[in-house]
Structures are given as structure tokens and as C-alpha cells.
């Protein structure tokens, strides 16, 4: 055996107040040391290595058995909760048993059948796979041969390898279903009251009230919601109260399918037919499911290594893909979608350095998938319109969307009901450096409101291309021709040939009357041209357009939409100009406005100052003319406060002038704030004619199994976050979300079939509060209530000096709480640093497996120890 030191001649150092991985530890004699041994011992290599405790203390005796540490073991066996990596990719975070292994002595996770078949593993292909107890744990190694493993103790990560041959054929950034998590059973309310309350030059006042509840229940995969709503308007004339229920829907996944079931009230999806609500039963593709390297449209890359080649895909200069493959054909499959266009450079570095590029053009339309990826719908049902005018027919819909190689994209549906039969049939294709388009004809059988008989086509066409050199970005162009008899599903609905409504304003119809709804079946449509384009102009200016124009059979009224304008930074000023017309087919006159607006951070003048109020604040300035003489100027100052920035405020004041209407001047005030419980506004504006006052509050109630907690408004998929004992601590990036006095806190929004990484600020933890691990990793289903766990320990925090027979308790001696199972290990001089300790209770201290290598501790602490870190008691152990 090779000792670096002999107990005749020790080597004294400096002892180490942190006890960690010896091989990060730096002695500077041990270079000598080992000098000095390999010359003493030729068959060196053949020893085994020994730590001398004579590093650590004069008196071997006065430090613990570190033997299970010699072979570079941090920590010891045990259970701990991890994030695990497969093959360098993210795969789930979760409690992970760990053995010691009998030829390295190093931890290696002992894991099951079951476990890898999770993790993506082909377990059928390993070897004697039915020799293998199914619901035993074993080491990783011996169970598949050539599999590495590594326990990073520091970012509590475990990296497993497994070669290729014993895994599935699966996409980069795939989570397994079977760690998503459908949540927890609970019922949740949100809530929104907006008000207003005015007064006219004349001083007659009136009011409006208005609320939105969401409500719902979750249980299991199962997802109830609810939309209801009341409003209460009052004024001189009348006054009238109304509730009115918007929607009622149940909904689960499909996980199997990658699809979603739907009953209720929803809509249909708009890709081949126009959207339009529903009340029945829809099964369609839930594209969220899929890894984001399978979502959307990417083209498939083809290449050739002629040796061990590095090949690396960039997109508009960004690097968005890199790996290494073997010697031959080479297929990409997993690229992800970034954008609607932009061409792939394509580089292959071989082994001996020689290179290969090539240039694979992209574009997408909506419409493309990828090679071998198929989304469709079906839909049951009754149509649902808001709208008195309309009849609620039932009709059945289906659509389909395959992805072929080479770009090819086939795609088709069909819509059938009593008075409507509509058949359509298109191709998608990606045309390289001509971009994307993608070609789709309907059929379609109507009867209208007077039983008169219609049929007709409608053909319609979808480009998208981005000319990288050039800076241009045609995202969508869009035309559609329609034949005089075609009319849509939405045409057939309808009670009668032509009708309107009218506007009003707190129930009363204005002076001058305005039509909303307008229609008339006579006036179909026949031509729709769409384009949206954008510039880019040097580094920090574009220059957009979008429009559209529509016409109609029988009348030479149209539709149009035009806005054209153009952003710009200048010395960290942002300028914009811009330019909007719009037109409807019942409208005279054309509305237009040409605007400008300028905002001035304050923070260009501040970067020095980074404590003021008004570091972030900015200045703003707006301008617009309608184009025929009415002028509107505003300016003003608007901001967050708070070292949170949860209160933000906006004071603006203007002058409105000429063209049609009286000249006014006009101002706006405006506080929003963010909270824990909730969110609230309030407002204040006036005119020459009105002032008016406006208020609101939003937020949402969660009911669970362990109480109720309040919180901001909730999004479809939100994260609780239970920390018991916990109160008053600041959640990690999120905007006045802190956890209630109990500990909780609702996390108001999360991203589907993703991993969530959930963190408390442990700045903010009170001083007898403290955390094992202040991050937890989700991954939710849509719409679900995930519960993201954190153990506190509530308790005293001190620094104790351990004592035994006069000598302090040996170094790495490990000691904990007699009622629980963490524990912390002692430093220099018997110290040591416990958390979440009760007032009084016992500790235990073990450095060594034989009954003298261990002591306990009664201790009783003084009160006030609760409100500060005690860093001078002494205890004896027995």
C-alpha cells in the first residue's frame, strides 16, 4: 500500500472548512509527496491509493472514516432527486436510488426495467433481457454493457450514456409521456371587473359594470370549463342588467393519438375551411404534444459522410443544428421550425478536414408538414353563433394534412350538413429558392335562406418567401378566386337574404346610426387578395406592409385593409411611422390615419443611476391626422415602480383639433398593479365634454387539497407551488408572485408538454426558514394544475460546536436531526451548520460503522434563536 505521508514524518497542512470531492482539493506538497513514493515504491502502479487523515488533523482519531470517499465518491448511497440527461439531452427530473459500484466505488444509479423503458430504452434488445427481475433496481452498467453514468452532486445531475443500439428511434428534446403530469384535482375561478363611471358637460352621469368569470374543474386528464358574464349599465334614460353564458366545454388528451378530445362549445380550426363555433364533439391533432423539433414545417436533410463528419446547419447566421455521424448516408428529420423561411447552409467537416456545403432553400405556408407527419380534425355538431341572425344547423367536418418527402404536402377536407356539402383537395410543396405555395380547390353545394340552389368553386393560393440577400420577407400572399355560385357554410346559416344590426351606447342607438353585422347573401364573394411584407433596412430599421382587397359578386363594393410603416432606433430612441386605411363593403367613405410615434427611455440618460424612479421610465409622444383635418397630439411619461416593478403608471395629456368634432383637450392617468392575491387598475380621463373615471380587478381563486389559494389571472396551464412554511418568498422571474402566508403560490401560466423550471428566491426566505433545493422541474399537460413540491425546513439555523471527551466530534462526521434523515457534516473544531431545527430536540453523530463512532446530542436553544442564525453554542455528545 502507498501512503503519501508516514506517521513518523506526517505532512501537516492546512485543514479544509468544507468537505467536498478530494480530487477538487489543492495541497501543495503533494506533488513531493507522490515524488517521493513512486521512487520508494517501483511497483506503484499496482498499490492502492490511501488518504491520510494526517492531512486533515495530527490525531487520526479526530476525523471520521472517509474511506467511501477515497475513490472520489462525493456523497453516500442513497435516494436523491435529480435531473437526469440521456445521451447530453434533458429527460426528467426525479428521485434517483444510487448503490456504490463494487469495481470503481463510485455512485451508479441503480434503475429498473421499467425506468429505462421510459427513459426510451429498447429493453428487448438487452441481452438475457428475460433473466432480469422486472421490478428490481440494478446498476445502470450492469444492465446494459458500454453505458456510462455520472453524478454531478454540485447541479444534482445525473449524465447517462447508453449506446444507440439500445434506443428508440426518437427526436431530439422528446419527454416520454410518461412523465407528463395531468395535475392534481382542483377547481379554479378567475375573475375580471372592469367599471367605468362618466360625467358629461351637462353633469348627467352614467355608469357601466362589467364581469367575466372562468371557472373550472380538473380531474384527472378531464378539463371542465366554464365562461360566463354580467354587465350592468345605468345612464340618464335607462339602465339594464344582463348575464349572459358564453361556453361550456369538456376536454382530456389523447396521448396515444397526440390529439385531443373536445365536448362542448369550441370552434373549429381555420387551415383548409373557415373557422367558425361549434357545440358537439371535435377530435383533432394537438401539435404541442410533439417535441419542437417535430413541430411545424422543416425540410428533411439529405447528405453523404465519407469519414466521421461534423455537420452543422445555419439559418440567417445562426447556428441551429450540429452533430457527428458515422461514414455514409446521413438523414436530419429533426430540425426545428425557425419562422416561415430562411435557407439552411448546410456544412459537413470531415475528419480530415476537408469540407462540403450546400445551400437546402426553405419556406413554409401553413398549410406544409413535415415528411411522414400527419394532422387532421373531425368535428360533430351544431353551429354556434351569437349572432340572432343565424340558424344552428348540424353538420359534420373533417380535414386532413399529410406530409410527403421532398416537401410534398397533400391535404384535403370535406363539410356536410342539410343545406351544405363542401369537398376540398390541395397540395403543398417546398419549391427551394422559389419558396413555398401550396394549391387548394373547393367544391361546394348550397341552399340560402329564399331555397334557391347554388354550387361553385373556390380556389386559393398560399406563397411565402424570405430573400435572405436582400432583407425582404414576403411572409404571405394570399388569393382567392370564387365562382358566382359558391357561397361557405357560414353563408347558409343565416334566417333570411340579407340584415344588420345596429351600434348602441348603453343600450341606446346613436344619432347617427351605425350598421355592425352587415350582410347580404346576394353580394357573394368572389376575389381576396392578401400580402404581408417586410424590409429590413440596414440594422435598425423595417419597413412593413400588409393589406388585403376583396370584391363580391353582383356589386362593385369591396373590402379593403392597408398598413403600411416603418420602425427605427436611433441613439436608443425608437421612431415609428405609419399609415392605415380600411373600408367596408357598407361603408361611403374610406377611414384613414397617418401616425407618429416616438419613445424616449429614460435609461439612456441613467445607466450610472441605477437606484432613481425613473430608470424605468420612458417618455412618449404620438401624432395622428385622419386625412381630413382632425389632428390628435399626446405626450407623455409612463413606467413600472416597486423593486419588483409590479406597479406600472402612465400620465398622458393632448389636444385634439379640426376636421369633424369639436376641439379638446384631452389627458389619461393610470395606475396597474400586480400582486400576489390578484391585479388592480385604476384610471382617469377627460375631455372638454366628459370625464370619465375607470377601475378593475382581476385575479384568480385555486381550490386544492391542501386549502385555497388566491392569485393573479390564470392562464390555461398554471403551476402550484407548495412550499409549507415558506411564507412571503419571491418566486423567480414572475411579477409580484410570492407565495402566501401558508407557503403557497399559483404560478399563473406554464408551456404545455414542456419542462417548467420552477425557483424561489432564497434571498427572500425568512431566517428560520431554509431550502434543500429551491428548483423544481415540471412538465404539464394543457390545461392541467401541476404541483411543483419544495420541502422547507422550518426551524433554527445554528452554528453548533460539538464536543466529545474534551475533543471536538472528529471532521466528516455526519450529523442529523433524530427525526429526520438529511444531515450536515462537521468542519474544523467540532463545527457544524444545522437547518430547520426545533427549539429542543437530539442529535445524532456518526463517522465510523462501529458503535463507539457515534454520539448524541440533547440540546435546548434559547427563543430569540428563532429570528437570527446562533453561531456560538456549544453541546457535549454522548
Given at each position: 500500500m502507498l501512503h503519501l505521508a508516514s506517521e513518523k514524518e506526517p505532512l501537516i497542512l492546512r485543514k479544509k472548512t468544507f468537505f467536498g470531492n478530494q480530487s477538487e482539493r489543492r495541497f501543495p506538497l503533494i506533488p513531493l509527496a507522490f515524488f517521493i513514493g513512486v521512487c520508494l515504491y517501483p511497483n506503484w502502479a499496482t498499490a492502492e491509493l490511501y488518504f491520510n487523515p494526517r492531512f486533515l488533523a495530527d490525531d487520526p482519531s479526530a476525523v471520521a472514516d472517509l474511506s467511501a470517499f477515497e475513490q472520489g465518491q462525493e456523497v453516500p448511497e442513497g435516494t436523491y432527486r435529480v435531473d437526469v440527461y440521456l445521451n447530453d439531452g434533458y429527460l426528467s427530473t426525479r428521485d434517483v436510488r444510487f448503490t456504490t459500484n463494487k469495481n470503481s466505488k463510485e455512485l451508479s444509479p441503480c434503475l429498473t426495467l421499467s425506468d429505462l423503458a421510459k427513459m426510451g430504452v429498447k429493453t428487448l434488445a438487452i441481452p438475457d433481457v428475460e433473466k432480469i427481475p422486472k421490478d428490481t433496481c440494478q446498476p445502470l452498467q450492469t444492465l446494459i454493457t458500454d453505458s456510462t453514468s455520472k453524478f454531478d452532486v454540485g447541479l444534482q445531475r445525473l449524465y447517462i450514456t447508453v449506446p444507440q443500439v439500445y434506443m428508440n428511434d426518437r427526436a431530439r428534446d422528446f419527454i416520454a409521456p410518461e412523465y407528463w403530469d395531468s395535475g392534481i384535482?382542483?377547481?379554479?375561478?378567475?375573475?375580471?371587473?372592469?367599471?367605468?363611471?362618466?360625467?358629461?358637460?351637462?353633469?348627467?352621469?352614467?355608469?357601466?359594470?362589467?364581469?367575466?368569470?372562468?371557472?373550472?374543474?380538473?380531474?384527472?386528464?378531464?378539463?371542465?370549463?366554464?365562461?360566463?358574464?354580467?354587465?350592468?349599465?345605468?345612464?340618464?334614460?335607462?339602465?339594464?342588467?344582463?348575464?349572459?353564458?358564453?361556453?361550456?366545454?369538456?376536454?382530456?388528451?389523447?396521448?396515444?393519438?397526440?390529439?385531443?378530445?373536445?365536448?362542448?362549445?369550441?370552434?373549429?380550426?381555420?387551415?383548409?375551411?373557415?373557422?367558425?363555433?361549434?357545440?358537439?364533439?371535435?377530435?383533432?391533432?394537438?401539435?404541442?404534444?410533439?417535441?419542437?423539433?417535430?413541430?411545424?414545417?422543416?425540410?428533411?436533410?439529405?447528405?453523404?459522410?465519407?469519414?466521421?463528419?461534423?455537420?452543422?446547419?445555419?439559418?440567417?447566421?445562426?447556428?441551429?443544428?450540429?452533430?457527428?455521424?458515422?461514414?455514409?448516408?446521413?438523414?436530419?428529420?429533426?430540425?426545428?421550425?425557425?419562422?416561415?423561411?430562411?435557407?439552411?447552409?448546410?456544412?459537413?467537416?470531415?475528419?480530415?478536414?476537408?469540407?462540403?456545403?450546400?445551400?437546402?432553400?426553405?419556406?413554409?405556408?401553413?398549410?406544409?408538414?413535415?415528411?411522414?407527419?400527419?394532422?387532421?380534425?373531425?368535428?360533430?355538431?351544431?353551429?354556434?353563433?351569437?349572432?340572432?341572425?343565424?340558424?344552428?344547423?348540424?353538420?359534420?367536418?373533417?380535414?386532413?394534412?399529410?406530409?410527403?418527402?421532398?416537401?410534398?404536402?397533400?391535404?384535403?377536407?370535406?363539410?356536410?350538413?342539410?343545406?351544405?356539402q363542401s369537398f376540398n383537395a390541395g397540395i403543398g410543396k417546398n419549391i427551394g429558392v422559389f419558396g413555398a405555395l401550396s394549391v387548394d380547390i373547393t367544391q361546394a353545394n348550397a341552399k340560402l335562406p329564399d331555397d334557391s340552389t347554388h354550387q361553385g368553386q373556390s380556389?386559393?393560393?398560399?406563397?411565402?418567401?424570405?430573400?435572405?440577400?436582400?432583407?425582404?420577407?414576403?411572409?404571405?400572399?394570399?388569393?382567392?378566386?370564387?365562382?358566382?355560385?359558391?357561397?361557405?357554410?357560414?353563408?347558409?346559416?343565416?334566417?333570411?337574404?340579407?340584415?344588420?344590426?345596429?351600434?348602441?351606447?348603453?343600450?341606446?342607438?346613436?344619432?347617427?346610426?351605425?350598421?355592425?353585422?352587415?350582410?347580404?347573401?346576394?353580394?357573394?364573394?368572389?376575389?381576396?387578395?392578401?400580402?404581408?411584407?417586410?424590409?429590413?433596412?440596414?440594422?435598425?430599421?423595417?419597413?412593413?406592409?400588409?393589406?388585403?382587397?376583396?370584391?363580391?359578386?353582383?356589386?362593385?363594393?369591396?373590402?379593403?385593409?392597408?398598413?403600411?410603416?416603418?420602425?427605427?432606433?436611433?441613439?436608443?430612441?425608437?421612431?415609428?411611422?405609419?399609415?392605415?386605411?380600411?373600408?367596408?363593403?357598407?361603408?361611403?367613405?374610406?377611414?384613414?390615419?397617418?401616425?407618429?410615434?416616438?419613445?424616449?427611455?429614460?435609461?439612456?440618460?441613467?445607466?450610472?443611476?441605477?437606484?432613481?424612479?425613473?430608470?424605468?421610465?420612458?417618455?412618449?409622444?404620438?401624432?395622428?391626422?385622419?386625412?381630413?383635418?382632425?389632428?390628435?397630439?399626446?405626450?407623455?411619461?409612463?413606467?413600472?415602480?416597486?423593486?419588483?416593478?409590479?406597479?406600472?403608471?402612465?400620465?398622458?395629456?393632448?389636444?385634439?383639433?379640426?376636421?369633424?368634432?369639436?376641439?379638446?383637450?384631452?389627458?389619461?392617468?393610470?395606475l396597474n398593479y400586480r400582486g400576489t392575491y390578484g391585479n388592480a387598475n385604476v384610471g382617469y380621463s377627460y375631455t372638454n365634454d366628459l370625464r370619465q373615471m375607470y377601475y378593475g380587478l382581476s385575479g384568480g381563486i385555486l381550490a386544492h387539497a391542501n386549502g385555497v389559494t388566491l392569485s393573479q389571472p390564470m392562464n390555461e396551464t398554471v403551476v402550484l407551488i407548495k412550499a409549507p412554511g415558506a411564507g412571503n418568498v419571491k418566486v423567480e422571474n414572475q411579477t409580484g408572485v410570492t407565495t402566501d402566508w401558508r407557503g403557497y403560490a399559483v404560478l399563473p401560466y406554464a408551456s404545455d408538454y414542456r419542462e417548467n423550471r420552477v425557483a424561489l428566491d432564497t434571498n427572500t426566505l425568512a431566517n428560520n426558514v431554509d431550502l434543500e433545493d429551491p428548483v423544481?422541474?415540471?412538465?404539464?399537460?394543457?390545461?392541467?394544475?401541476?404541483?411543483?413540491?419544495?420541502?422547507?425546513?422550518?426551524?433554527?439555523?445554528?452554528?453548533?460546536?460539538?464536543?466529545?471527551?474534551?475533543?471536538?466530534?472528529?471532521?466528516?462526521?455526519?450529523v442529523t436531526l433524530k427525526s429526520n434523515n438529511g444531515g450536515s457534516i462537521v468542519a474544523d473544531d467540532g463545527q457544524v451548520y444545522l437547518t430547520g431545527l426545533p427549539l429542543s430536540g437530539q442529535l445524532i453523530a456518526r463517522w465510523g460503522d462501529s458503535p463507539d463512532a457515534q454520539c448524541q446530542v440533547s440540546y435546548t436553544l434559547p427563543e430569540q434563536s428563532q429570528q437570527e442564525i446562533l453561531s456560538k453554542y456549544r453541546a457535549e455528545c454522548l
Open positions: 384535482t382542483a377547481g379554479i375561478l378567475n375573475y375580471s371587473l372592469t367599471g367605468s363611471r362618466a360625467r358629461n358637460q351637462n353633469g348627467k352621469h352614467s355608469s357601466y359594470t362589467y364581469l367575466n368569470l372562468q371557472s373550472g374543474l380538473n380531474l384527472g386528464p378531464w378539463r371542465l370549463r366554464d365562461n360566463s358574464t354580467w354587465s350592468h349599465s345605468s345612464g340618464s334614460a335607462n339602465s339594464e342588467t344582463r348575464w349572459e353564458h358564453i361556453n361550456t366545454y369538456l376536454e382530456r388528451g389523447i396521448n396515444e393519438l397526440r390529439s385531443r378530445l373536445t365536448v362542448g362549445d369550441s370552434y373549429t380550426a381555420s387551415d383548409i375551411f373557415d373557422s367558425f363555433n361549434f357545440r358537439g364533439i371535435q377530435l383533432a391533432s394537438d401539435d404541442n404534444m410533439l417535441p419542437e423539433s417535430e413541430k411545424g414545417f422543416a425540410p428533411v436533410i439529405r447528405g453523404v459522410a465519407r469519414g466521421t463528419a461534423d455537420v452543422s446547419i445555419k439559418q440567417n447566421g445562426y447556428e441551429i443544428y450540429r452533430n457527428t455521424f458515422p461514414p455514409g448516408p446521413f438523414v436530419i428529420n429533426d430540425l426545428y421550425a425557425a419562422g416561415n423561411s430562411g435557407d439552411l447552409q448546410v456544412t459537413i467537416t470531415e475528419a480530415d478536414g476537408s469540407i462540403q456545403s450546400f445551400t437546402v432553400p426553405y419556406s413554409s405556408v401553413p398549410l406544409l408538414q413535415r415528411e411522414g407527419h400527419t394532422k387532421y380534425a373531425v368535428t360533430v355538431g351544431d353551429y354556434r353563433s351569437g349572432n340572432g341572425q343565424q340558424e344552428k344547423p348540424s353538420f359534420i367536418q373533417s380535414t386532413i394534412m399529410h406530409g410527403l418527402s421532398y416537401g410534398w404536402t397533400l391535404y384535403g377536407g370535406t363539410q356536410l350538413a342539410n343545406r351544405y380556389i386559393r393560393f398560399l406563397y411565402n418567401k424570405s430573400l435572405n440577400e436582400t432583407g425582404t420577407i414576403i411572409q404571405l400572399a394570399g388569393y382567392r378566386y370564387s365562382t358566382k355560385g359558391y357561397y361557405s357554410f357560414a353563408d347558409t346559416t343565416y334566417k333570411r337574404m340579407d340584415g344588420y344590426n345596429l351600434a348602441t351606447q348603453d343600450g341606446v342607438i346613436q344619432v347617427t346610426p351605425k350598421f355592425t353585422d352587415y350582410y347580404n347573401l346576394t353580394y357573394n364573394k368572389r376575389e381576396k387578395i392578401q400580402l404581408s411584407l417586410t424590409q429590413q433596412l440596414g440594422e435598425q430599421s423595417t419597413l412593413y406592409v400588409t393589406g388585403s382587397h376583396e370584391t363580391y359578386w353582383n356589386t362593385n363594393k369591396s373590402d379593403k385593409q392597408l398598413q403600411v410603416g416603418i420602425n427605427t432606433l436611433i441613439e436608443g430612441i425608437n421612431w415609428g411611422l405609419s399609415y392605415s386605411l380600411s373600408k367596408n363593403s357598407w361603408q361611403d367613405a374610406n377611414d384613414q390615419m397617418l401616425a407618429l410615434n416616438v419613445n424616449i427611455p429614460f435609461s439612456n440618460w441613467m445607466r450610472s443611476d441605477s437606484q432613481s424612479i425613473w430608470r424605468n421610465a420612458s417618455a412618449s409622444y404620438n401624432a395622428s391626422h385622419d386625412l381630413k383635418g382632425r389632428v390628435t397630439n399626446t405626450a407623455g411619461i409612463y413606467g413600472t415602480l416597486l423593486d419588483d416593478n409590479n406597479l406600472s403608471y402612465s400620465v398622458q395629456t393632448g389636444y385634439a383639433g379640426g376636421g369633424q368634432g369639436n376641439s379638446s383637450a384631452t389627458g389619461y392617468t393610470s423544481v422541474s415540471v412538465i404539464p399537460t394543457r390545461g392541467a394544475i401541476v404541483r411543483a413540491d419544495f420541502h422547507p425546513k422550518v426551524g433554527v439555523k445554528v452554528l453548533m460546536t460539538l464536543m466529545r471527551n474534551g475533543k471536538p466530534v472528529p471532521f466528516g462526521a455526519v
